[in-house]
């Protein structure tokens, strides 16, 4: 039984951020730099420390009770329908605790030079320590609902970083995008919601908390006729909050916020929200092998999608933007097949090495005078030796070479797909294609920021110098993680133990149905030789495959850049134009929803409906009656005695009349 002491932590592990937001947010600049910075590190890094507290005590639990749990108060509580104020860690809760709290205070340190000298920069802060309290909320919530006020109030944070610089309307216009896009797959979520709530409802016995995760894992059987429907319509919110097709168009453009905002929400935590929902409602996932398809196909569509996307981006952030979409496609497609742990594992090496090459580009950025075209960059390595090696470092985890990362969770991703049940050779081809695109435009990133010569102008090159060490020292941090931070998950064909794996076995122990095998099976002992000889084969096509991809980037932009010239001009140029606008996703959209929908609202919502309804016949109608009442009342209001006698008269005859003849 967990000491009283430890479940208390948790609380304190979301609060604490909340009150560094306030302090920094209500202070504001009455509040020095330095002390606004020091502030906000030491929440996140205080919450951080709490977290490998409660996580230590995890550890030395038996596996079948590995859960620490901290209950509040009654949020809601009337009949049947009650929802704790309460939060609970346990093997997942713990793995993403950590990667949140920790990826996010190097990020906050990082943030200390990087917004050094932002006239926002306690404000900066103030929505930095905001963030991480209601990730954690999201991470840490015992129940579903907890977990969507936290959910929620990411996607509000997310706004207010991606738009932080509101003073530019392609900052204010890309956080609203992000609000906007990540509402519609809400709505879905809120749908899948409700659905959960009255199928369960009638079956909970007291005290049984409505949308507690455990109490939905007792009562999943009575969620199974409609398992399919709750699924499609919370993975609807997935694919907002983690960027899946179609809803994926807000992650992009979410990059002119700062730098840190990229690294933080767009690539180590916010996004893989909808990742670790999946993951945490695997029980339910499992029942609909049709639910579990569309997760799979959507997410190799995606990364696929994306990665082609990437391969002819000029802007660095956006070259790293959709290579997270398409990371994220990879995630989804773990769970697709079952292999959620998988999908956690790729959560995890993912935040190191995206979080290091987005804090990378950042200080690629701040050399460059805040340029962020990859055409006049060039010759960047002698001059940035750190920022170089470390983003070397993160594009070498990224492209899934051996020992790094990348290359075990990545494998293990592809593996799964080929191996488990609800996967084949289709979805692991697809995303086989992907990993080798990654490791080319991955490279081709490298060679146009720091190789050859700097094409800038002799005034931004003059400028150029190694950030401070403040940010070096969280690139060099997040380098090791790259290198060393999958050799948890080394797997057992490899002469592993698979740690990872081991240790988020209780959390999807109980997954069953169709997704089971591939949950559990991993590369356990159960696996024979022919399995183990497959599984090698596959793991060393998958280097080659990443380090073929990397060659080829390499040699392309440093000595045969006119293969590249030779594709642009490929069919008339089409081709290349296609990918560099995105397959005109955005203009599609813009033609079939969004003008539209102003068009509607212009001539309908607001002529019609708006002004015609409600402010004419609605307010100014009413205001209408009432003057045309006071007129006619004003008439027999007129201050003359004789007339109020007469009035008077008229009323005592027409009365005894009445009386009269109903008599």
Same mark, same amino acid.
């Given at each position: ?382 001059? !940035?030796?750190? +920022?170089?090696?470390?983003? =070397?470092? $993160?594009? #070498?985890?990224? /492209?899934?070479? %051996?020992?790094? @990362? &990348? ?6 991703? !592809?593996?799964? +797909?080929?191996?488990?049940? =609800?996967? $084949?050779? #289709?979805?692991? /081809?697809?995303? %086989?294609?992907? @990993? &080798? ?227």
């Amino acid at each position: 039984m967990e000491s009283h002491s430890t479940e208390i932590l948790l609380r304190w592990i979301v609060v604490i951020p909340l009150l560094g937001a306030m302090v920094n947010g209500l202070l504001n600049r009455r509040l020095p730099k330095q002390a606004a910075g020091l502030l906000a590190c030491a929440a996140v890094g205080i919450s951080f420390a709490m977290s490998v507290i409660v996580f230590l005590r995890l550890t030395g639990m038996p596996a079948a009770e590995r859960m620490v749990t901290d209950t509040v108060a009654t949020w809601i509580g009337f009949g049947k329908f009650q929802v704790d104020l309460a939060f609970a860690m346990d093997s997942l809760g713990a793995v993403m605790a950590l990667v949140v709290t920790g990826v996010g205070f190097l990020i906050h340190i990082y943030s200390l030079g990087y917004m050094a000298h932002d006239a926002g920069f306690q404000r900066f802060f103030s929505y930095l320590n905001l963030f991480i309290f209601a990730m954690m909320t999201l991470v840490l919530g015992e129940n579903l609902l907890m977990l969507f006020i936290g959910w929620e109030g990411v996607g509000l944070c997310s706004y207010l970083l991606i738009a932080f610089w509101f003073n530019d309307e392609a900052n204010a216009a890309a956080g609203k995008k992000a609000f906007i896009v990540n509402r519609i797959g809400d709505f879905g979520f809120l749908i899948g919601m409700f659905l959960i709530g009255v199928t369960v409802l009638p079956h909970l016995h007291e005290g049984e908390g409505l949308f507690s995760f455990q109490v939905l894992q007792h009562h999943v059987g009575i969620l199974a006729p409609v398992a399919t429907a709750i699924c499609l319509l919370l993975f609807v919110g997935a694919t907002g909050k983690s960027a899946q097709i179609p809803l994926y168009i807000w992650l992009p453009d979410a990059m002119a916020g700062p730098t840190p905002v990229s690294a933080l929400i767009h690539a180590a935590t916010m996004v893989t929200a909808g990742v670790y929902m999946i993951a945490r409602m695997n029980f339910l996932f499992v029942l609909s092998p049709t639910a579990m398809g569309v997760v799979a196909a959507v997410g190799v569509a995606t990364a696929i999608f994306a990665s082609s996307i990437a391969l002819v981006q000029n802007d660095i952030k956006k070259v790293l933007a959709y290579s997270t979409v398409s990371q994220l496609g990879y995630m989804m497609l773990a769970c697709g097949v079952g292999a959620f742990g998988v999908a956690i594992f790729h959560v995890m090496t993912h935040a190191f090495f995206k979080a290091l090459l987005f804090l990378g580009s950042g200080s690629v950025i701040h050399a460059m005078s805040d340029e962020q075209d990859m055409r006049v960059m060039g010759g960047l390595k002698t001059k !940035l030796p750190i +920022t170089y090696w470390t983003f =070397l470092a $993160g594009t #070498l985890a990224i /492209a899934g070479v %051996f020992p790094l @990362a &990348g290359f075990f969770s990545k494998d293990e991703i !592809l593996w799964k +797909t080929f191996s488990g049940e =609800l996967g $084949g050779v #289709l979805p692991w /081809a697809i995303g %086989f294609l992907a @990993a &080798g695109m990654t490791a080319f435009y991955m490279m081709r990133l490298v060679v146009m920021t720091f190789y050859g010569k700097n094409r800038a102008s002799a005034e931004v090159q003059s400028h150029i110098h190694e950030s401070p060490a403040t940010m070096t020292g969280v690139l060099i941090v997040l380098a090791v993680l790259s290198i060393v931070g999958g050799w948890i998950g080394w797997p057992h064909f490899m002469g592993g133990g698979a740690w990872f794996e081991n240790w988020l076995e209780p959390v999807f122990a109980g997954a069953h149905g169709a997704g089971a095998a591939a949950v559990a099976g991993g590369h356990g002992a159960g696996h024979v030789g022919h399995d183990t000889t497959i599984e090698w084969i596959l793991a060393g096509a998958s280097l080659a495959w990443g380090i073929l991809g990397l060659s080829l980037g390499y040699f392309v932009y440093t000595r045969k850049v006119s293969i590249a010239e030779s594709f642009r001009r490929l069919g008339g140029g089409f081709p290349h134009k296609v990918l560099l606008n995105k397959y005109y996703v955005d203009e599609g959209y813009e033609a079939v929803f969004i003008r539209p929908g102003f068009k509607l609202s212009k001539s309908i919502l607001w002529k019609i409906v708006d002004a015609g309804l409600i402010d004419g016949l609605m307010v100014n109608g009413s205001a209408l009656v009432v003057a045309v009442l006071g007129s006619v009342l004003r008439i027999f209001q007129n201050g003359m005695v004789r007339f109020y006698a007469w009035s008077f008269t008229i009323g005592v005859a027409v009365f005894v009349l009445y009386l009269s003849f109903s008599g």
